[in-house]
């Protein structure tokens, strides 16, 4: 696993608010997936601290968001939006570009 990467999901209520740091590959997007399915009605992934993003933590973002589904928002550093952008995700409702849109 990477050293620089971190996972903390900190719920609230039936709420999960999961901040990210460092990269997320094959070696650490499950540990992100886990951290943000601990059983809570909604999610908020902060990944404004994310510096990598591969196909493995695009497949784990894309787990998370079905099965919260509208109960989603997704942070993320301008490193994430591109690579979201570049696959074709770019535009999903649960992409936030700031905290603002996020009604936080």
Do not use: C, N
């Not at 784990?60 to 509208?70: C, G, P, S, V």
């Not at 591109?82 to 074709?88: D, H």
């Amino acid at each position: 696993m990477d050293q620089d990467f971190s996972v903390i999901g900190v719920v609230d209520g039936d709420h999960v608010t999961v901040t990210v740091t460092g990269e997320v590959d094959m070696a650490t997007a499950d540990a992100m997936f886990d951290a943000a399915l601990p059983g809570t009605a909604a999610a908020t992934v902060d990944l404004r601290a994310v510096t990598f993003f591969d196909s493995a933590a695009i497949h784990a973002l894309i787990r998370i968001a079905e099965h919260y589904q509208d109960a989603l928002v997704v942070l993320p550093s301008s490193r994430v939006l591109r690579v979201l952008e570049i696959s074709g995700l770019g535009d999903q409702p649960w992409l936030k570009q700031d905290a603002a849109d996020a009604g936080e």
